[in-house]
């Protein structure tokens, strides 16, 4: 399964409070959204917003005012490694032959 970055503002609504989004439901350009429709990336969101939410209620604060630190601690905790992301990461900044024409279209407007 690839692993796709998700920015927490992804999940937050924009003009609503007291919501978060999960899954397919995410805020992303049409290419985020196609990246990130797999049943992994939707459960990883889906993880992402109730501990979202349970911090919230716990605060007693809107999700929008939450640290993204004192969810990715919580996210840790819960065995979640963001490790295996940040790798992920350094290896497609170096060059690679993976066979996706994405990629290589990517690799060619370098």
């Not at 995410?26 to 939707?42: R, V, Y």
């Not at 990715?72 to 490694?81: E, I, M, N």
Request: charged share 15%; with cysteine.
């Amino acid at each position: 399964m690839k692993i796709h970055d998700v920015p927490y503002r992804a999940i937050v609504p924009e003009k609503l409070d007291g919501l978060l989004m999960a899954g397919r439901c995410i805020s992303a350009t049409h290419l985020g959204a196609a990246a990130g429709k797999s049943m992994g990336n939707c459960m990883a969101t889906g993880h992402a917003a109730g501990v979202a939410a349970a911090i919230s209620a716990g605060k007693g604060i809107p999700p929008r005012d939450l640290k993204v630190s004192d969810i990715q601690a919580s996210l840790r905790a819960d065995g979640v490694s963001f490790d295996a992301l940040v790798a992920q990461l350094l290896s497609l900044l170096s060059p690679h032959s993976c066979g996706d024409s994405l990629c290589r279209a990517n690799q060619a407007s370098r």
